[in-house]
């Protein structure tokens, strides 16, 4: 059972760019809401400080699927050296 999971691929192309979009959207609605919801009670330093911290991640994330997903960073098997 477990090694069908190791015989996915990440994903790659326009899938990884689709999924790096939609993490940083997440990201940008989460930061959105925990702004709104601290409004009356933490001062503006620190609800920009938190903000900020969301949006990092979010950004990193995004980094880190196109990356993963770029055609450029799939590992292929190299060519048999030996010959029967």
């Not at 689709?18 to 620190?46: D, E, S």
Request: net charge positive; charged share 10%; hydrophobic share 60%.
């Amino acid at each position: 059972m477990m090694t069908i999971l190791f015989d996915i691929g990440p994903p790659g192309g326009a899938i990884g760019l689709a999924a790096a979009a939609g993490f940083l959207l997440i990201a940008i609605a989460v930061a959105y809401v925990v702004f709104r919801m601290l409004r009356k009670t933490v001062k503006m330093a620190f609800r920009l400080a938190v903000v900020a911290v969301i949006l990092l991640v979010g950004f990193v994330g995004t980094l880190a699927f196109i990356y993963v997903g770029s055609p450029g960073s799939q590992n292929t098997r190299p060519a048999p050296t030996r010959r029967r």
